[in-house]
């Protein structure tokens, strides 16, 4: 072999060709045996099972490579179409997987993974394939079965299986979650224990994923319950608890890092009604981490329901600041109201907690009627909350979905206080039905997944239901949809609860698709909102199948109310109405000749924003623009302020669009209302003191959201009963006739109501129409409590005819027994207490009843159930008999008898 003499004056090596041919090739080749030899010995037989040959092949040629220069190896391999990375590296540590994993594109989805780590520890392989063209991985047995039981489902499942080898294998499943995320969490969660991996394993199959990891120490070395609880949390946890449970040298255990995290944002919504930007969400976390050495001790007070006492923050009073201690006293404080959670069910989705319904109203919501139940959830990707003003409530489910870190944190502050008002206003509105009002609002975090959040709420409700007895009439909460809820989130949730064993499952979720009455399907809502339109049209003189009258929506067409209401006036008005304006989430298009009526409806038929107009419809003065055209955003938020109309239908849009501060901006420069009446099909659009002025200061008669937004709730009701009475199946066969009639009664019912409450504001003028509306409610509210008292403690005559009367024909068929047997008796009873109350209320007024305390309330109703009876009979008989205008007089005995019974 040439030596140091062949080198040349100029510095430039002589070796020959041949001689470095021989000298690489003879080192590489010894290299390569010994190596391969080694890979073989070393490398488990899964890698060999899974890996093709040139793959083996491209790998040892890489080990070879380094290990022939002599460099450590740490290799990254890609394959021509960028869809396999392989990392290949010289020796392992614990959290090496957290690291690897760490290098991967965020923005690709992982299809399957495999991490091979040599017997002796020398050498890691970790393969990773993005979702592409990739053949099926080929699946254990073990694995496939867990894979297939938890097919196309939410659910997590676990499993610790001991090696002969003082090793463990850990199996982790989990539907409805990416494949990155559990791989990532299941990762990280090891390496914070200290758990080395050894291998692990990714596949994925639908909306499936598994992973398998190896590792390196008996099962017997940790908490196996505790890991296995922990392990099955991964696919679900809140971000902000995950992080806390894995922070080197602090081990927090998962379910102690979620109590804290969900008393953290408690303690937010508390604090922060005080003072939003001193106690920011963010801020009131970071203040509550200076005291986490309290964490286990709050973590276990909750969980295991112990009192706290305030030695905490004696301990702490010393180092904390003044905020620090206020926010642990607070989560303290939050801890303590906790009444009910769901932290030891299996397999939970997120974090529900039953709170003192009083914790929350503090001074700066003393104002506020207390109610009945809150629960507040913590979830991964949002947080939420669903309040109610009975024990038995119906009420819808909404999701608001900030587009802006900005607007989250908006949302955020207010969150509770929106939660209350709808439930508060769903408790007013539901005087027609037996069910209390309630209410659930779930903020999402920009970019979460909302099919995610909606599942884990329903999954906590049911939870926190059935924990205590199934059977039970208490805690009995029937959902409806609202905002950003789809149909396969209601049939999902309808599944869930069968699965789970929630009483009357069908019930649990309303306007289904099939077994349902669909809300946007029907209108239902929007039959109301436009009976209270043409009521209040009628009061100003006005009458729309007469006349031309001119129309402002806020909510698009493909919206459930604005979209039905669209339909509905144009089916009942023709050409007499002019939709003048219409602003939505894609903008807002305004023509005041009236926006074209076929392109309307084809925007609806076609489920499109109002963005999508057609501007070749349009009138020379028209206008269509696109949020993000330029002053798109200021032209759509200031379209109700601008544009005049008769009337304004807000049906969409957030709460309190219009308020205090600028119900002004609704005046022209004369001081003349651009419009002449609101009907709020949306909830709380206008807020009450704004309401009050807009009546009382500018004429303007505004119609409350809890009055003319009823009918959906109604129709929801009678889904409920019709759930307990028949079966999905036969309930499809009566579908038709019930769709039918329902529809009628929502009519009628909402031109009852209508007709009072413009009556009574004739008859007090001095008095807002708002506050009448409240009355109304509350009046029928008490009436029907004052009833419901009565029926629980004594046998009142006639309740079948009410009962008769209140079902739908279609479930009246089914009345007799099976009925009775059917439906709950309180909630039977209640059912019977409302319809008593409401009709004594809508026919005789709300003077008729003011003024009596409950047992004259309701001595008065049963006297007056009597009287309805005493009245049929004798319209009965009269339109039996000769007389000549015995079909009119049969008629003013049903309208108008009743009282005049009572009197004589």
């Known amino acids: 072999m040439p030596g140091p003499e062949h080198i040349s004056a100029s510095g430039l090596a002589t070796y020959e060709a041949s001689d470095l041919l021989d000298h690489v090739s003879g080192k590489l080749q010894q290299t390569a045996q010994d190596t391969v030899s080694w890979f073989c010995e070393q490398l488990p037989h899964t890698y060999f099972e899974s890996t093709d040959q040139a793959a083996v092949e491209r790998h040892l040629e890489a080990i070879i490579g380094a290990r022939a220069s002599g460099q450590p190896v740490s290799v990254v391999l ?23 994993l760490d290098q991967l594109p965020r923005e690709r989805r992982l299809a399957s993974a495999n991490v091979f780590t040599a017997r002796d520890g020398s050498l890691v392989v970790d393969v990773f394939q993005f979702a592409g063209d990739e053949s099926p991985a080929s699946l254990t047995p073990k694995i496939a079965e867990r894979m297939a039981s938890l097919a196309g489902d939410t659910d997590t499942s676990v499993q610790v299986t001991p090696n002969d080898d003082a090793t463990c ?50 099962a017997d070395t940790f908490n196996q319950m505790q890991v296995t609880h922990d392990l099955r949390r991964l696919a679900w946890a809140d971000e902000r608890a995950y ?86 006293r607070t989560i303290i404080r939050a801890g303590g109201a906790i009444q009910h959670h769901n932290l030891r069910a299996t397999g939970r989705f997120g974090l529900a907690l039953r709170l003192d319904p009083a914790f929350l109203h503090s001074a700066s919501r003393c104002e506020k009627a207390v109610p009945y139940a809150t629960v507040f959830f913590s979830l991964d990707g949002g947080m939420g909350f ?110 869930r609860a069968a699965s789970r064993g929630y009483p009357v499952p069908n019930a649990f979720m309303s306007s289904k698709p099939g077994a349902g009455m669909n809300h946007k399907q029907y209108g239902v809502t929007s039959e109301g909102v436009v009976v209270f339109f043409e009521e209040a049209m009628k009061t100003l003189g006005k009458t729309p199948r007469n006349e031309q009258i001119s129309v402002i929506l806020t909510g698009g067409p493909d919206g459930d109310v604005a979209g039905n209401a ?69 032209a759509r938020n200031s379209l109700p302020f601008r544009l005049t109309a008769d009337a304004l239908l807000p049906c969409g849009g957030r709460p309190a669009t219009i308020h205090a501060d600028n119900w002004t901006d609704l005046l022209d420069e004369t001081g003349q209302p651009r419009v002449r009446a609101i009907v709020e099909g949306a909830n709380l659009f206008v807020t009450t003191d704004a ?26 009701s009678f889904e409920i009963a019709a759930a307990h009475l028949l079966t999905p199946a036969t309930f499809l066969k009566v579908k038709a006739q019930f769709v039918d009639d329902v529809l009628q009664r929502l009519r009628n019912l909402a031109r009852r109501e209508a007709r009072l409450l413009f009556a009574t504001r004739a008859q007090r003028g001095d008095t807002a129409l708002v506050d009448i509306s409240v009355l109304v409610s509350r009046t029928i509210n008490r009436v029907s409590e004052a ?118």
């Open 691 to 716: 309401r009050r002025a807009l009546d009382l200061e500018a004429g303007v008669v505004v119609v409350k959201d809890s009055s003319a937004n009823k009918c959906g709730v109604i129709c929801s």
């Open 566 to 634: 669209i339909r509905i006036l144009f089916r009942e008005y023709g050409d007499n109405v002019r939709i003048v304006g219409i602003a939505d989430g894609t903008g807002s298009a305004e023509d005041p000749a009236g926006l074209n009526s076929t392109e309307l409806l084809r925007l609806v038929d076609a489920g499109a924003g109002i963005a999508a107009f057609d501007p070749t419809h349009l009138s020379p003065n028209g206008r269509v623009l696109r949020l993000t055209d330029d002053g798109g955003l200021a």
């Open 169 to 218: 294998d850990i199996i982790l499943v989990a539907g409805g979650v990416t494949a990155r995320r559990l791989l990532d969490r299941g990762a990280g969660y090891l390496a914070a224990l200290a758990v080395p991996i050894v291998g692990a394993h990714l596949f994925t199959s639908g909306t499936t994923t598994a992973v398998s990891f190896s590792v390196g120490v008996p």
């Open 787 to 904: 009833v419901e008292a009565t029926l629980t403690t004594e046998e009142v005559p006639g309740i079948r005819t009410i009962i008769d009367e209140y079902f739908p024909a279609a479930l009246q068929q089914l009345s007799n027994g099976v009925m009775d047997s059917s439906l709950p008796k309180a909630y039977l009873a209640r059912t019977v207490a409302t319809a008593l109350a409401g009709d004594l209320v809508y026919r005789e007024g709300l003077s008729y009843v003011e003024g009596l305390d409950d047992s004259a309330l309701a001595t008065l109703a049963t006297r007056y159930l009597a009287g309805r009876i005493r009245v049929k009979e004798l319209a009965a008989s009269v339109r039996a008999s000769n007389l000549e205008n015995k079909d009119e007089i049969s008629q003013l005995l049903l309208e108008g008898g009743v009282r005049a019974a009572l009197d004589s």
């Open 243 to 328: 992080a806390l449970s894995t922070q080197a040298n602090e081990y927090v255990s998962l379910v102690h890092a979620e109590v804290w995290v969900a008393l953290c944002d408690l303690s937010f919504h508390a604090l922060s009604v005080e003072d939003p930007y001193r106690f920011s969400r963010g801020r009131v976390f970071s203040l509550a981490l200076k005291a986490k050495e309290r964490l286990q001790e709050v973590g276990d007070a909750v969980i295991h329901g112990h009192t706290l006492t305030s030695e905490p923050v004696q301990h702490l009073s010393q180092r904390l600041d003044g905020d620090a201690l206020t926010v642990l």
């Open 386 to 495: 669903h309040v109610r003003f009975r024990d038995i409530a119906r009420g819808g489910l909404r999701v608001v979905r900030p587009r802006t870190v900005d607007a989250h944190v908006h949302e955020s502050e207010r969150l509770y206080d929106e939660c209350w008002g709808l439930a508060f206003a769903q408790q007013l509105k539901n005087k027609d039905i037996p069910e209390g009002g309630s209410k659930g609002v779930m903020l999402a975090e920009p970019g979460a997944e909302v099919d995610r959040l909606v599942k884990a709420v329903g999954d906590g409700i049911i939870d926190l239901c059935i924990a205590s007895d199934p059977d039970a009439l208490t805690d009995r909460i029937f959902l409806g949809p609202d905002e950003n809820i789809t149909d396969e989130m209601i049939v999902w949730l309808v599944d």
């Open 78 to 100: 890609k394959n021509d179409d960028n869809t396999i990375w392989t990392f290949i590296q010289e020796t392992d540590r614990t959290g090496l997987l957290v690291s690897l």
